[in-house]
């Protein structure tokens, strides 16, 4: 039997544009696995590692212009967004090699021998190592970003881990593409093309996550694809770190306050907020409470305006415009649901933004309600319209977790409830924010992207520095002779790397 094709689809029009590949066979997921773990030893010297990822900055840039028509082609999100997440693809690489060149993600403590304590403590050190070779699992909405250059990419490497890239079947010509950068700038450094490699298919992708020569996945993409890889990675004879982002509802609450002192601001920042890149972004505001009454009607009058007026858009593909427009629908269909400008298809590739309104009461107990509490990929949010704060905290405390919260303040004066909700969301997601719009996620050494469960499966982030802490693990040395420990942790480190000594 032969091996299934890897076709490009044009999202646009739902055509086949060209056969990219086959999808891998057992035996070619082994082989891809064998060869990144062969070659493991090669990403040691840190000097050379660092060089990699500049190297691949600068060739991705170079590429740039046919990245992005390959991109633009199977995904449909255009030019703009593209040069956006490719300036941002290479900018977290870059970050990455400053990571490894400092050093300080190696974490290493020294406790001198001290015989005075009691009970007596002995000369310990400790560092962290790579796990191995990491699989990761392209995301759909980023093509660049969060998938083969992305950051779980580029902190794997960095941390000194080969990467088998399963490719997402939205973009596979944008992943081979990638991937052949990738391969290029490792040739030009002196190390291995296979310290990257890249499979396609479903199979592939579960055969990836069993094979016993993986030490740890990364993953964006749904819940119920993420939750069965996570599953899997924690049913082998060998367990791994499996560190998946899997849905995100990234609640917001307007204040009564920030609702009478600001409505159509909030409005009109909501719209433009849960429309960006047809509501696309993992960090969309899926679910907002705003309160009854006058002020209320008002945010809601300018949200209807702003979506009103925002164009129909392509989704990534037509299986997540069809799972849009079914969500919709099973949506609206609940009792007390409104819709006030009613979210659907714009034509038969394109789907139009809108929004739908519930009040509060209906989702402060189970029922078929719950559906509103779950995100739905797409150019869509829900309002729920709350009439005390204890109806409104009701609700919160019902929410799963997420990857942001947002609280829309009084700018003016005191507001009563502006700290108590900080409480009640700081619990509920990784980045809290106040007044502002969580689509956007800063590549920062504070930043965090992650949440509780279903948000993300381990407490970890996959964007900023601290993401390379995912691909280590910590060991330390007791009582060993200088001679035989890493240069990292000698006693007069020969190399200069920030270390706690006591």
């Not at 700081?426 to 924010?433: D, E, K, S, Y």
Request: aromatic letters at 4%.
């Amino acid at each position: 039997m032969s091996a299934a094709p890897v076709w490009s689809v044009d999202p646009r029009s739902g055509n086949p544009r060209e056969q990219v590949a086959v999808e891998a066979t057992a035996e070619e997921v082994d082989r891809a696995v064998r060869a990144a773990h062969s070659v493991r030893g090669a990403l040691a010297d840190r000097t050379a590692r660092a060089a990699f990822l500049r190297t691949a900055a600068e060739l991705l840039e170079e590429s740039g212009p046919h990245i992005i028509e390959a991109a633009d082609a199977e995904t449909a999100l255009g030019p703009a967004r593209l040069t956006g997440e490719l300036a941002r693809t290479a900018a977290q690489l870059r970050d990455f090699a400053e990571v490894v060149e400092e050093g300080a993600y190696l974490d290493i403590r020294i406790d001198h021998e001290d015989g005075s304590r009691t009970p007596p403590r002995p000369d310990l050190r400790r560092w962290k190592i790579p796990l191995g070779t990491v699989a990761v699992y392209a995301a759909s909405n980023f093509p660049l970003a969060f998938s083969v250059p992305g950051g779980d990419t580029a902190s794997a490497l960095a941390a000194g881990c080969p990467v088998v890239v399963k490719a997402h079947p939205g973009h596979p010509a944008t992943s081979e593409l990638c991937a052949s950068v990738l391969r290029r700038a490792a040739a030009r450094t002196g190390l291995p093309e296979d310290v990257v490699t890249l499979v396609h298919g479903f199979d592939a992708g579960v055969g990836l996550i069993r094979h016993p020569l993986v030490s740890a996945a990364g993953f964006t993409g749904s819940v119920r694809g993420g939750r069965a890889l996570f599953d899997a990675a924690a049913a082998r004879p060998v367990p791994i770190p499996f560190h998946g982002e899997l849905g995100s509802l990234n609640p917001v609450v307007v204040t009564r306050a920030a609702a009478a002192g600001r409505a159509g601001e909030i409005g009109a920042g909501l719209g433009a907020s849960m429309t960006l890149g047809v509501g696309q972004f993992c960090t969309k505001p899926g679910f907002v409470l705003a309160p009854v009454g006058d002020a209320g009607d008002r945010l809601v009058k300018a949200l209807t305006e702003t979506v009103s007026s925002t164009g129909s858009g392509v989704m990534l593909d037509h299986r997540m415009r069809d799972a849009f427009l079914t969500g919709v629908r099973e949506r609206a269909e609940l009792p007390d649901v409104e819709a006030p400008v009613t979210p659907g298809a714009g034509s038969d590739h394109t789907v139009s933004a809108g929004f739908l309104t519930v009040p509060a009461s209906r989702l402060t107990a189970d029922g078929p309600h719950d559906a509103l509490l779950e995100e739905c990929f797409g150019p869509v949010t829900v309002i729920a319209r709350y009439g005390s704060g204890d109806e409104a905290a009701a609700v919160l405390a019902r929410l799963p977790g997420n990857l942001t919260a947002t609280v829309q303040t009084a700018t003016e004066g005191e507001d009563p409830e502006a700290a108590g909700l900080l409480a009640a969301l700081t619990p509920l997601a990784g980045r809290i924010l106040v007044n502002g719009w969580p689509t956007g996620v800063a590549v920062a050494p504070a930043q965090h992207h992650g949440g509780p469960y279903p948000a993300t499966t381990s407490p970890t982030t996959s964007v900023g520095a601290t993401a390379i802490e995912r691909w280590l693990r910590p060991v330390t040395y007791q009582n060993t002779p200088d001679a035989l420990l890493p240069p990292e942790l000698r006693e007069a480190n020969p190399l200069g790397l920030p270390r706690r000594v006591g």
